[in-house]
């Protein structure tokens, strides 16, 4: 099998929302109206949507079923209410995970002064029984020192949520899995393989805020920049990870300019 390397630059992604409301919504995936065959899902990935909220504009109460739905705010305050009677307010560089389960409904507002940025993440859960549960880990009960933290561990999905601090000009390793969805919040990187063979001498890929790479899989498009036989790759001692999967092959990922570069990486099952 050939997998790739497949990015999707932020000025691609389908213009959603309600400008008129004061909601503004770029789409990675089919959404709503939106629909593209080819990109419905990556793994257990259906959804990443960056939000765009000005103050006083939001979504009313809506509901949601059967899906794991992460939320990390990147800029101003985002009012969450839901219908178990929680009330919370979401600040940046926090984690927010509302798993739908067999049915919630909730309510997302600015209720600040600013304006509110933050990315939602919709992942389809292995299972879709049980009641509806919640968590927020703060910014300040995460580590700031460290290049890679994972921010949210998601077995219902079979997927965790690494947030990567890169230090312009340090190579740093990918977190390894079968599927990788990789997602620059600021900064700019570069994404290369961790060594290149006779197979694989492709350039390594420049990514900008907004821009994503996805890694693990056959790309159904042209997007793809970076191609290999990672199955050869395999072959000649490629790592694992639990349960017998293959954890894909190695790649890393390097700051690039003058300042620190902040991204989210989903490690999924393949």
Do not use: K
């Amino acid at each position: 099998m050939v997998r790739v390397i497949d990015v999707r630059r932020s000025g691609d992604r389908y213009q959603g929302g309600e400008p008129s409301a004061g909601i503004s919504t770029l789409h990675a995936f089919s959404f709503g109206a939106h629909y593209d065959p080819d990109n419905l899902r990556f793994g257990p990935l259906i959804a990443c949507n960056e939000e765009r909220l000005a103050p006083g504009a939001g979504f009313d109460e809506h509901p949601h079923s059967h899906t794991e739905i992460v939320t990390w705010v990147a800029e101003g305050e985002l009012t969450h209410q839901d219908s178990t009677g929680r009330t919370t307010v979401v600040r940046p560089g926090d984690v927010q995970h509302l798993s739908a389960a067999t049915g919630v409904r909730h309510v997302e507002r600015n209720d600040g002064p600013a304006p509110l940025v933050f990315l939602q993440m919709w992942l389809a859960p292995l299972t879709s029984d049980g009641a509806p549960t919640y968590s927020l880990a703060r910014r300040e009960n995460l580590p700031q020192d460290r290049p890679d933290t994972v921010v949210l561990d998601l077995p219902a999905a079979g997927a965790a949520l690494h947030r990567l601090l890169l230090v312009p000009g340090r190579p740093n390793p990918l977190p390894p899995a079968a599927l990788r969805h990789v997602h620059v919040l600021t900064g700019d990187v570069e994404l290369s393989p961790a060594s290149v063979t006779r197979e694989d001498n492709s350039p390594p890929v420049r990514l900008g805020p907004g821009d994503s790479a996805r890694v693990g899989e056959t790309a159904p498009n042209p997007r793809t920049l970076i191609s290999a036989d990672l199955d050869a790759a395999d072959a000649r001692g490629g790592s694992g990870q639990e349960g017998g999967e293959s954890a894909g092959r190695p790649f890393t990922v390097t700051g690039r300019g003058e300042s620190t570069a902040e991204l989210l990486v989903w490690t999924m099952r393949g």
